[in-house]
């Protein structure tokens, strides 16, 4: 996967209609220089907005983020204080920083983000038990507190190694900073898994409620094979928790005295099998037949597909729940939680064009109440008759009978 693999993925999508380009590193896995290089080619390349992401868990997260800030990039994803960092991703409050001595506006309202990191303190000591790393980095409220003399001098020289594309100067940096702040540190066994850093925390807590903690260090060893096997899929939810769920099934049979994909799951049987679509790499004939039971590719048969329900709501004012294709899209590939959101957005969209009608009427309502009120008595007057004698007054057929007419 060359670095031109990705530009020619990324001009195939913008081709598609795509309003964004998103390197998405689950894994944390691209190293400053790469994302470097990576970035200039895109930039030079996509004319769409360029978004990075990626996880701080084997060590490149911030020095890469930061050289994808030097290289053009449009949208950074980042994670608050709190919850930054590990497996996560790096901490805005650390690239706002950076921001701020490459002059670079975020517009972000800072005293909003203290508050937001000090509640989020509180909910991770209530996720304490679920909560595997247990290393809460320091507080640190952009709108009062400051660097020491060392630190700062330390994101300078980071984004000056950056710039001269001096990747193990940078790295060092960057990691001498998060020590500062509180967070964990580079995990090798994730780096050489090449796994993300969700997909970690996740298969953790697993192996902890099945009390089989002790596999874990096996599973990681497994992951690459069963990755392999399974034709890289990319590791990115659900395919990560597909690969990642297969590797413990396979942790477990060596345990048991069995072959390796003894226990299988179904989705990981779909996977290789061909029905969530063609992996990057072809999958072993002789492979998927053993797993699941065919040699050739075989997609999902359209025959059985369903569509989503997409309801009218009278109450609404006859409005569709999806009524448009990015929502179709969402309704179909997350049909729970997509209905009650799209029905929520519906209600709103409803009752925004009630308020906006009855503000319209109050509108017309005081401009005429204006108009009245800037005319003379006389003119008043004058309307007053030509209304009691001009206005049309009607009844109903079966008033008119039962009153009897004149």
Same mark, same amino acid.
């Given at each position: /996967?060359?670095?031109?693999?990705?530009?020619?993925?990324?001009? $195939?999508? $913008? =081709?598609?209609?795509?309003?964004?380009?998103?390197?998405?590193?689950? =894994?944390?896995? #691209?190293?400053?220089?790469?994302?470097? %290089?990576?970035?200039?080619?895109?930039?030079?390349? #996509?004319?769409?907005?360029?978004?990075?992401?990626?996880?701080?868990?084997?060590?490149?997260?911030? &020095?890469? =983020?930061?050289?994808?800030?030097?290289?053009?990039?449009?949208?950074?994803?980042? &994670?608050?204080l709190s919850f930054a960092g590990g497996p996560a991703a790096p901490a805005y409050e650390l690239i706002q920083i950076f921001c701020d001595k490459l002059d670079i506006e975020t517009a972000i309202n800072r005293s909003v983000i203290a508050a937001i990191d000090a509640e989020l303190r509180e909910i991770r000591k209530e996720l304490g038990s679920a909560d595997n790393l247990k290393i809460v980095p320091r507080v640190f409220d952009l709108t009062r507190d400051k660097l020491p003399a060392d630190i700062d001098k330390l994101f300078d020289a980071a984004i000056a190694y950056a710039k001269e594309e001096k990747e193990e100067e940078l790295l060092t940096a960057c990691h001498k900073i998060e020590e500062w702040f509180g967070f964990p540190a580079p995990d090798q066994k994730v780096r050489d898994a090449e796994m993300p850093g969700g997909m970690y925390t996740n298969m953790l807590s697993q192996l902890k409620q099945l009390k089989l903690e002790k596999l874990l260090n096996r599973t990681l060893e497994l992951i690459p094979s069963v990755r392999l096997a399974a034709g890289l899929p990319p590791l990115v939810t659900p395919t990560s928790q597909?690969?990642? &769920?297969? &590797?413990?099934?396979?942790?477990?049979?060596?345990?048991?005295?069995?072959?390796?994909?003894?226990?299988?799951?179904?989705? /990981?049987?779909?996977?290789?099998?061909?029905?969530?679509?063609?992996?990057?790499?072809?999958v072993d004939p002789k492979f998927r037949y053993k797993i =699941?039971?065919?040699?050739? $590719?075989?997609?999902?048969?359209?025959?059985?597909?369903?569509?989503?329900?997409?309801?009218?709501?009278?109450?609404?004012?006859?409005?569709?729940?999806?009524?448009?294709?990015?929502?179709?899209?969402?309704?179909?590939?997350?049909?729970?939680?997509?209905? $009650?959101?799209?029905?929520?957005?519906?209600?709103?969209?409803?009752?925004?064009?009630?308020?906006? #009608?009855?503000?319209?009427? %109050?509108?017309?309502?005081?401009?005429?109440?204006?108009?009245?009120?800037?005319?003379?008595?006389?003119?008043?007057?004058? %309307?007053?008759?030509?209304g009691i004698y001009n206005y049309q007054w009607t009844s109903t057929d079966h008033e008119e009978a039962s009153l009897g007419r004149s």
């Amino acid at each position: /996967f060359a670095k031109e693999y990705f530009l020619n993925k990324a001009k $195939e999508m $913008e =081709a598609l209609g795509a309003d964004m380009i998103s390197i998405k590193d689950m =894994a944390g896995l #691209i190293t400053p220089g790469k994302t470097g %290089r990576l970035m200039r080619m895109l930039k030079q390349e #996509i004319k769409v907005p360029i978004d990075f992401h990626t996880h701080c868990t084997p060590g490149y997260g911030l &020095a890469s =983020a930061l050289s994808a800030i030097i290289n053009g990039v449009d949208i950074l994803d980042t &994670a608050i204080l709190s919850f930054a960092g590990g497996p996560a991703a790096p901490a805005y409050e650390l690239i706002q920083i950076f921001c701020d001595k490459l002059d670079i506006e975020t517009a972000i309202n800072r005293s909003v983000i203290a508050a937001i990191d000090a509640e989020l303190r509180e909910i991770r000591k209530e996720l304490g038990s679920a909560d595997n790393l247990k290393i809460v980095p320091r507080v640190f409220d952009l709108t009062r507190d400051k660097l020491p003399a060392d630190i700062d001098k330390l994101f300078d020289a980071a984004i000056a190694y950056a710039k001269e594309e001096k990747e193990e100067e940078l790295l060092t940096a960057c990691h001498k900073i998060e020590e500062w702040f509180g967070f964990p540190a580079p995990d090798q066994k994730v780096r050489d898994a090449e796994m993300p850093g969700g997909m970690y925390t996740n298969m953790l807590s697993q192996l902890k409620q099945l009390k089989l903690e002790k596999l874990l260090n096996r599973t990681l060893e497994l992951i690459p094979s069963v990755r392999l096997a399974a034709g890289l899929p990319p590791l990115v939810t659900p395919t990560s928790q597909i690969v990642g &769920a297969q &590797a413990v099934n396979c942790a477990i049979d060596e345990e048991k005295g069995n072959p390796p994909f003894t226990t299988k799951s179904i989705q /990981f049987v779909n996977l290789v099998k061909g029905v969530y679509g063609h992996t990057p790499i072809s999958v072993d004939p002789k492979f998927r037949y053993k797993i =699941a039971g065919v040699e050739d $590719e075989t997609p999902y048969d359209t025959r059985y597909y369903k569509q989503q329900p997409n309801p009218v709501f009278e109450e609404y004012g006859g409005l569709k729940l999806a009524d448009n294709e990015r929502d179709e899209l969402l309704l179909e590939l997350f049909p729970n939680v997509a209905y $009650e959101y799209l029905k929520k957005v519906t209600e709103e969209k409803y009752m925004n064009e009630i308020h906006a #009608i009855e503000e319209e009427k %109050r509108r017309k309502w005081l401009e005429e109440k204006q108009q009245y009120e800037n005319l003379s008595p006389e003119e008043k007057e004058k %309307r007053l008759l030509d209304g009691i004698y001009n206005y049309q007054w009607t009844s109903t057929d079966h008033e008119e009978a039962s009153l009897g007419r004149s």
